[in-house]
């Protein structure tokens, strides 16, 4: 396992959430998009009830690359802004993506970290606006990159003196309507000296799968997050929803509300195995 990074630090009324060296395994959760603002609430409880821990709660403003122009988007810049805001004020830090450069600081406003979506992660003036506003930057690394090509993108955050910078594995495109996740990448991405998160749910996507919108395959949540855990990540994203059959968005690849503690429990054993200095000193090559 590759040297930790630097630790990044968020901080929040529970507690702080802490990605990088020495840290216990960080975790972002929530649903896909705002499906309403009740809903947010309810999540973003019973998903700390669960954790029994801080964490980063993870929604959508605005969906902008779904796949049919007829899907559900969600509430768009202001309103979602204010719901992320209400949630904030509850005591749970928050991560919500930007599209486009003039996002950057109203979301900056209603949100602890500014997440760039993997289809945008190249976008310089993205990338540029969202480090200038201060706020940690989440960079997913896109389906189409190498894992060494995402470490220029947070070069390009990072040359705004903004150094608070994530980057996180989400699966690589192998063939139509299928990912599939390289583990090599987690400690190339982590020797570049940035936290490295995994996107369990994502990974598991099939993009356009069922013709209007993606589809998935949830069962390999849970192995997945395990060999990530296993290669080193400092920090596990799932989009949960309690009845993923009725998700707005991305329902298909959602872990189940229900799931959560089971899964919880299994990574956070073997991270503090992982972890122990045994473990954490690869053999020399």
Not at 63 to 84: D, Q, W
Not at 202 to 210: C, F, I, K, N
């Amino acid at each position: 396992m590759s040297p930790s990074p630097a630790p990044i630090e968020i901080p929040g009324p529970r507690g702080p959430v802490v990605f990088g060296r020495g840290a216990p395994l960080s975790w972002i959760a929530g649903p896909c998009v705002i499906e309403s603002e009740a809903h947010l609430h309810f999540l973003a409880g019973a998903i700390g009830a669960i954790l029994e821990r801080p964490y980063i709660f993870k929604a959508s403003f605005d969906k902008a690359n779904r796949t049919s122009l007829g899907s559900y988007r969600g509430p768009g810049l202001m309103e979602g802004l204010r719901m992320l805001a209400g949630v904030r004020a509850a005591g749970y830090p928050v991560l919500t993506d930007i599209h486009e450069p003039a996002q950057a600081e109203p979301a900056a406003e209603a949100a602890d970290i500014l997440q760039i979506p993997a289809f945008l992660c190249r976008q310089t003036d993205l990338l540029l606006a969202a480090g200038r506003t201060g706020r940690v930057v989440n960079i997913k690394k896109g389906q189409f990159a190498a894992p060494a090509d995402i470490l220029r993108a947070a070069e390009k955050v990072a040359s705004t003196g903004n150094h608070r910078i994530l980057l996180t594995e989400r699966g690589t495109t192998f063939g139509y309507h299928n990912l599939v996740v390289d583990f090599r990448s987690i400690p190339v991405m982590r020797d570049g000296g940035w936290p490295v998160i995994f996107d369990a749910t994502h990974s598991v996507q099939r993009p356009g799968a069922t013709g209007n919108s993606s589809g998935g395959s949830p069962e390999f949540i849970d192995p997945l997050a395990r060999a990530a855990v296993a290669a080193g990540v400092d920090g596990i994203f799932v989009e949960v929803h309690e009845e993923p059959v009725r998700a707005l968005s991305d329902g298909p690849n959602a872990l189940r509300l229900d799931r959560l503690a089971a899964l919880r429990s299994r990574l956070e054993m073997l991270a503090a195995v992982v972890r122990t200095k045994a473990f954490a000193e690869p053999p020399s090559p």
